[in-house]
Each structure stands twice: as structure tokens, then as C-alpha cells.
């Protein structure tokens, strides 16, 4: 796996080891006692080398620079990890024989009707979302049985509050109110059951664009609600907001949900709910 030691790479390592699965990530620098050996993915030679040592049948990338504003600052920037660096992976790949699972989002689309299926043609509005729309082109192109899992808002336990949920909860804890859209409707997705239902995919040799997201189209301020009184703090400190009141540098889409009936088809079960997952997340509370 390309990225083990973020959100979704985590999940992976979990659902893949629950499976008995002989599993091995990279990240950008490589740390701990062994577990995470050093790759950087605008290297094409040293991706080469890396599947040439563990020749593995299957390549998950997880790896990207997610932050939305900061791709539409600098476009060329975080091109060369989330375009050029994706398909480098991709290629060698392709040229090893591996099949590779490439995580992209709902921000490929524009949010002008939401309920989008796999079948919509990608129209995104940030640069973020268009380099996922071009990342997803790419990995297709190198080989039909590459798997590409468009997700949404993921959020569970990481060692820094980076996500959503982690995010409400340290400022609720901390008694302060927060400022959150009601106007963006999207699929929370607990990065456990993505996982999951990623190695299930993966398993049964799935191959294409399917929707990994959570079963509940909410809006962005009723979810900080919802985990809010997950985690038992004072949801009265959510202020619902309009998004234009951020001033946000990249435009959001504002109805972003996606459809699963290709996912449920597949692996025979539904991506869980905002309240189950918030619930499967507390029960996993670190210490």
C-alpha cells in the first residue's frame, strides 16, 4: 500500500490484517520499527523498486495531498503527488502486473443535482476535484482491472485531528462554538467500513469506478450534530452557516451525495450510517 500511515491507509491495514491478508505500506518519509519503509511517489524508480522487492498482487493508493484550498493555490504543487505521482504508481503497476485501487471523491462533481451514480460524467468545479477527475482517467487507462472508489467526508480515529469529527470534538471539548455548513449535503464515511468493503471489492477482483460512502445524505452542520452528541458533548454549539460565510478559496460543491446500488450489487452489503459509524467509532476510542 502507497500511504499506510494516513486515515484511509490505516483502515486498509486493519481490514486487510483482520483477513489475514500479508499486507506492507510506504509513506512519503517511512517511520516506526520497521512497519513503514520510505517511498516517494514522484520517484518513478524507487516505485519500481519497491514492487519489484514485495511483487505485490494488488496496490492500494491512498496516498494524496487532500487539502482542497490548498490545491487550488498551488495547482502545480500538488499535481505531482495527486496526478503525476498517482499515475507513476500506476504505471508501475502496469508494468509489474499488479492491480492497483486508486481512492478519489465526490468532489469530481459539481453538486448541481447530487445522487450522482458511476455513470455520471465527472464535472468538478475545484482544482482538487479536477485532479481526482484527471487521476481517474489516468489509472483506468493503464489497465481495465484497476479499481477506482470514489469517497466522502471520512473521518475516524488518526493521531492528528485532521478529519471532521475529530475536529468538532476537540473544539466542543474545549467549549467553543463552531461555525458549520447547513448548506452542503454529503456521505460521511467511517473510514472502517471503507475499508472493509474495499478489501471485499478487491477480493471478489472488482475492477472500475464504484461509490464507497456512507448510507446517510446529511448535511455538513446536523453531521458535526450528530457527532457531537456521539462523543456527549453540547450540540448546541454548532451554528449552522451558510458556506459563502467561509470565504473558502475553492468553490464547494453543494450537493455531493453519491449512489451506492453498484457497491451493495457487489459485495452484497450496505455502507453504514453516520449514527453506526459515529457508535463503531467511539467503541474504538484510542486508550
Not at 517511498?39 to 491512498?62: C, G, H, K, N
Not at 466522502?152 to 467553543?176: C, T
Not at 452484497?268 to 450510517?273: D, E, K, R, T
Request: with cysteine; aromatic share 6%.
Amino acid at each position: 500500500m502507497v500511504g499506510g500511515t494516513g486515515l484511509v491507509g490505516g483502515a486498509l491495514l486493519r481490514a486487510w490484517r483482520a483477513l489475514g491478508a500479508d499486507v506492507s505500506a510506504t509513506s512519503r518519509r517511512g517511520f516506526g520499527a520497521g512497519d513503514f519503509s520510505a517511498l516517494d511517489m514522484t520517484d518513478p524508480d524507487s516505485i519500481r523498486r519497491t514492487l519489484t522487492e514485495r511483487r505485490p498482487d494488488v496496490v492500494a493508493v491512498p496516498a494524496a495531498d487532500p487539502y482542497v484550498d490548498g490545491c487550488e493555490r498551488e495547482p502545480e504543487k500538488t499535481r505531482r503527488v495527486n496526478v503525476l505521482g498517482t499515475l507513476n504508481v500506476a504505471r508501475a503497476c502496469r508494468e509489474s502486473g499488479a492491480r492497483m485501487i486508486f481512492f478519489s471523491s465526490d468532489y469530481v462533481f459539481d453538486g448541481a443535482k447530487g445522487f450522482y451514480t458511476e455513470d455520471d460524467p465527472p464535472s468538478p468545479i475545484n482544482e482538487y476535484g479536477r485532479q481526482k477527475a484527471e487521476t481517474e482517467r489516468g489509472v483506468l487507462s493503464e489497465s481495465s482491472r484497476n479499481l477506482v472508489i470514489r469517497t466522502s467526508g471520512v473521518y475516524g480515529w488518526q493521531s492528528e485531528p485532521k478529519n471532521f469529527v475529530l475536529q468538532v470534538r476537540a473544539r466542543l471539548s474545549a467549549g467553543q462554538e463552531m461555525r458549520v455548513a447547513g448548506d452542503v449535503r454529503y456521505n460521511p464515511t467511517f473510514c472502517d467500513d471503507l475499508a472493509e468493503i474495499t478489501a471485499s471489492l478487491a477480493a471478489s477482483g472488482e475492477a472500475g469506478v464504484f461509490h464507497v460512502v456512507g448510507a446517510d445524505r446529511i448535511s455538513r452542520a446536523e453531521f458535526a450534530a450528530r457527532a457531537a452528541r456521539a462523543f456527549g458533548l453540547d450540540d448546541r454549539l454548532i451554528r449552522p452557516v451558510s458556506s459563502a460565510e467561509f470565504g473558502s478559496i475553492a468553490p464547494r460543491p453543494k450537493e455531493s451525495s453519491l449512489r451506492t446500488d453498484k457497491v451493495r450489487a457487489a459485495v452484497g452489503a450496505a455502507p453504514i450510517g453516520v449514527d453506526a459509524g459515529l457508535g463503531r467509532m467511539r467503541a474504538m476510542a484510542p486508550g
